[in-house]
């Protein structure tokens, strides 16, 4: 499967990408609003949360970039995580109410998305069912 070559650092692209920003919202949520004058939310439990759930979603994308054929069952959870993202900025942003900060964010998004649908077309479901049975 030579041809599938550029899933792993794609995924292993994701994890970083995920991970750093997981980290630094979660270790220092108010660094980055004050950095780029941005107001805050009233409580910054509302950064923090969804800053662990990309932890955990960048442990996923490691999970893929190890093995993508038998961890094809998990880039519809990277898909639906990218779509909820763009989904709500994208929609603030054409009513013209999102902040510039989550504009880069919401690009970058939407390229992690086409990209994750192309990797996991590009899996045949019969070479994923093969790699689960670890004939990867």
Known sequence: MKTLRWISPLFGVCALYDGVLGVLFLMAPDWPFRQFDVTPPNHFGYVEFPAALLLIFGLMFLAVAASPVKNRNLIPYGMLLKVA???????YWLAGDLPWIWKPFTVIDTVMLALFVWAYAAIPAVAAKRGRDGKE
């Open 85 to 91: 993202y763009v989904a709500v900025t994208l929609r």
